[in-house]
């Protein structure tokens, strides 16, 4: 089933869920569909193993195949929320807000690429 990613992998929860890359990088090297699955022992060695999401990213530019995946940004502003969720409750911590701060960096690192891509008239093509 693809390439496992492990780098999640600290706690029960993150040691039950299997991610894995489903295809092979593309353009740009980069891999566009990913699938995290639940992997836990039931009882002796019965095991639970079942899909939870797919995750799949923009492939090609929109002009040529549409939309077709989401963004970095976009899965990026899921965490952002999450994170400040737990920022606004019970669980607020300084690791939540550095994680948190490091989310919020990472996404004006990538809007700063796309402006720029913009500006140069390349934003939507393979042209680097």
């Given at each position: 089933?693809?390439?496992?990613?492990?780098?999640?992998?600290?706690?029960?929860l993150?040691?039950?869920?299997?991610?894995?890359?489903?295809?092979?990088?593309?353009?740009?090297n980069?891999?566009?569909?990913?699938?995290?699955?639940?992997?836990v022992?039931n009882?002796?060695?019965?095991?639970?193993d079942?899909?939870?999401?797919?995750?799949?990213?923009?492939?090609?530019?929109?002009?040529e195949?549409?939309v077709?995946g989401i963004?970095?940004?976009?899965?990026?502003a899921i965490?952002?929320?999450?994170l400040?969720?737990?920022?606004?409750?019970?669980?607020?911590?300084?690791?939540?807000a550095?994680?948190l701060?490091?989310i919020?960096?990472?996404?004006?690192?990538?809007?700063?690429?796309?402006r720029?891509?913009m500006?140069?008239?390349?934003e939507?093509t393979?042209a680097?």
């Open positions: 089933m693809g390439r496992e990613i492990t780098s999640h992998k600290v706690n029960g993150n040691e039950a869920l299997l991610v894995n890359v489903l295809d092979e990088p593309g353009q740009g980069a891999c566009h569909e990913y699938q995290i699955r639940r992997w022992t009882t002796g060695d019965q095991h639970d079942v899909e939870i999401c797919s995750v799949k990213f923009q492939s090609g530019p929109i002009a195949a549409g077709n963004s970095n940004e976009a899965l990026l965490v952002e929320d999450r400040k969720g737990f920022q606004s409750g019970q669980y607020a911590c300084r690791e939540n550095l994680a701060t490091k919020q960096e990472a996404m004006q690192w990538l809007h700063f690429r796309t720029e891509r500006n140069r008239g390349v939507g393979h680097v």
